[in-house]
């Protein structure tokens, strides 16, 4: 097993170390996505791109909820680690693992029932109304093996190991790839095809990394007997857990909201805001990697009481954001133009293309909020500081949204790029000022 000890060597080599297979790991899960939406798009037409495009927040909601249990479960088990309670952090997967059971089982159920009004408070079209509510409702049949993926791969991640995971959505996202340009792209089916190729690659991701723990990482393995929920864990996990998938929520809670000031605009902006948000997701998934790194860093460090090389782990993070960020905005400032007509036909997109490429001119500059935002958000979770991560997405969200709804209706989606600078702004502005004023106080009294 590649278990990483982060409270002893070169911080800058762990981080990078650390960070790197999870950016390359995200990347692929993103482009299993953005197979979807090109595929889409470019065979079946325009409306399944928006269809997909409005399931899209939907889906990025429930996903993100279940990753932000986990992220919390996550940060107690680095800690455990780094404390070397190896036993305790047996416990907390065991007890993540169950309460998941039953919490993915019931966002399948509600899910499907719910699709319907979902789309309705979205204010969907009718004609792209039974196309949408199908797609969704069979994604929401992938949330059991979205659940144990996360769950398992925060488990590896917590031991320094984020190498794995990324060969697992490396398979998975070459497999999504493959079916969809086979049964779509040759064979002719429609977008009940492009969901449900969607599920089997996270069924498949979430098989994997069973058999890999089971196979490979004793320090994980669980027997009959270790299989129990340790009602106190569940409690501490729930209270960083919940709090972190409220925070992980904000984000497609806000747009849904946004989505809806959208879809007022007609298909050609919706299928235009569909292609930028995968964009945007590529360029700020690398800046959430690095994020975890440092949450990750400052966890085990916590459990070891080394506070110094936290604060230095924390400043160094913040350094490989800044970097990231310089490179990023360099290439969509470049390739926007390229990059968004990868998602539609080229008949019919001018103007598609036009409209997204104006986009990405301002959020390229913008790019450079979250990145920072990420790094101390990061610093908040190993700290286990959840609540300052809620409140901090919570700011940026509302303001995110409002201010979508004021400037859309005059500027198109060049007005939500304005808006997200705002939000993430005075995010920014809250994380410093709560930073130099509680969190290194806490920081020098950490026992």
């Not at 009718?126 to 797609?135: A, I, N, P, Q, V």
Request: proline content about 2%; aromatic content about 12%.
């Amino acid at each position: 097993m590649a278990a990483a000890d982060m409270t002893k060597g070169n911080i800058f080599r762990h981080l990078i170390q650390y960070s790197v297979p999870l950016v390359l790991g995200n990347m692929f899960q993103l482009t299993y996505h953005a197979v979807d939406s090109m595929i889409a798009g470019r065979f079946i037409g325009k409306e399944a791109l928006a269809a997909e495009g409005m399931a899209g927040p939907v889906m990025n909601l429930v996903i993100l909820g279940i990753s932000g249990i986990c992220m919390g479960a996550g940060v107690l088990m680095s800690s455990f680690y780094g404390a070397r309670e190896y036993h305790k952090l047996k416990r907390e997967m065991s007890t993540a693992i169950l309460f998941g059971l039953y919490f993915s089982l019931a966002v399948v159920i509600l899910g499907i029932m719910a699709t319907p009004a979902l789309l309705r408070i979205l204010c969907v079209p009718g004609e792209l109304m039974g196309m949408t509510s199908l797609y969704l409702r069979i994604i929401f049949l992938g949330a059991p093996f979205t659940y144990f993926y996360n769950a398992l791969a925060s488990a590896l991640k917590s031991v320094g190991d984020s190498k794995t995971s990324l060969k697992f959505l490396m398979f998975s996202s070459l497999l999504n790839g493959v079916l969809d340009l086979i049964f779509i792209g040759l064979l002719g089916f429609g977008i009940v095809c492009s969901a449900v190729t969607t599920v089997v690659a996270e069924a498949v991701s979430a098989g994997l990394s069973v058999w890999y723990v089971y196979r490979y990482v004793p320090m994980l393995r669980l027997g009959w007997g270790e299989w129990k929920l340790d009602r106190e864990l569940l409690r501490v996990t729930l209270q960083y857990g919940s709090v972190t998938a409220l925070q992980q929520s904000c984000q497609p809670v806000g747009k849904l909201c946004i989505q809806g000031a959208v879809n007022a605009l007609g298909v050609d902006v919706i299928a235009a805001f569909h292609a930028v948000n995968r964009i945007d997701d590529f360029a700020c998934m690398p800046e959430q990697s690095i994020s975890h790194g440092i949450t990750t860093f400052v966890a085990q460090n916590r459990g070891a009481v080394q506070k110094e090389r936290m604060h230095r782990g924390f400043w160094q993070g913040l350094i490989l954001e800044f970097g990231y960020w310089a490179g990023i905005c360099s290439l969509v400032l470049l390739l926007r133009e390229m990059v968004v007509g990868l998602f539609v036909p080229g008949e019919g997109s001018a103007e598609i293309v036009a409209e997204g490429s104006r986009y990405l001119g301002l959020m390229g500059l913008f790019y450079i909020f979250p990145a920072f935002t990420n790094g101390f958000q990061g610093f908040y979770r190993g700290m286990g500081m959840m609540k300052m991560t809620l409140l901090g997405t919570f700011i940026q969200t509302s303001l995110r949204v409002m201010f979508s709804w004021i400037f859309a209706p005059w500027w198109g989606i060049r007005g939500v790029a304005v808006a997200c600078a705002a939000g993430w702004s005075v995010m920014l502005l809250v994380e410093v000022t709560y930073y130099f004023h509680i969190a290194s106080d806490r920081l020098k009294k950490l026992r």
